[in-house]
């Protein structure tokens, strides 16, 4: 079976948690991200971690000594779909929520019917959100939104994994001009 980008980042998360109880060198932990990264299947994935403790990566997590599990499929995560159209209508219906609470609460102060003056912040920001929700479901927007935060996120991760390296490497180096 096909391995996922979140399949390749749980087992760089878990050879991480390796380096950092000391079961694998740097240059064995380097060796296995480039592999892990360059997997394409579950079984590449599982060979990467087989001598290590933990679930396997196709299977249903099983947490062992603190290392991260690994979701199931569609477990924790929203529809890049779902994840785009909350990201641009949650603002405009948190908002309009509070006018209209403070229309209706001036209302009841007043003790009358007021103008519903929310309708001018609710109708052209709901017009423009729509013309865009419709643009965006044709155009692939929710998929080009999450490949670019996944990119990002891999970005990120590598970087502390460079970091992690570099305190590994300088630890080792104290260590070696304390034992000299």
Avoid: N
Avoid at 84 to 94: D, G, M, S
Avoid at 97 to 111: E, N, P
Avoid at 145 to 158: G, N, T, V, Y
């Amino acid at each position: 079976m096909r391995a996922t980008d979140g399949d390749r980042q749980t087992v760089a998360d878990r050879l991480r948690v390796a380096v950092d109880e000391g079961r694998l060198s740097l240059a064995e932990y380097d060796e296995r991200l480039q592999r892990a990264y360059g997997a394409r299947t579950y079984g590449e994935l599982d060979a990467v971690l087989a001598d290590l403790p933990g679930a396997r990566v196709g299977e249903v997590a099983v947490p062992d000594r603190g290392l991260p599990a690994v979701p199931g499929p569609g477990e924790g995560r929203r529809s890049a779909t779902a994840a785009w159209l909350v990201a641009l209508w949650e603002p405009y219906l948190k908002v309009v929520g509070i006018v209209v609470a403070v229309w209706a609460v001036t209302g009841v102060l007043a003790g009358e019917l007021l103008y519903f003056w929310p309708g001018w912040v609710a109708g052209p920001w709901g017009a423009v959100l729509l013309v865009r929700t419709v643009g965006g479901l044709a155009s692939g927007e929710p998929r080009r939104r999450a490949a670019k935060r996944d990119r990002r996120r891999r970005a990120r991760a590598a970087k502390r994994d460079r970091r992690r390296q570099a305190r590994a490497v300088q630890r080792e180096h104290r260590r070696r001009e304390l034992t000299d």
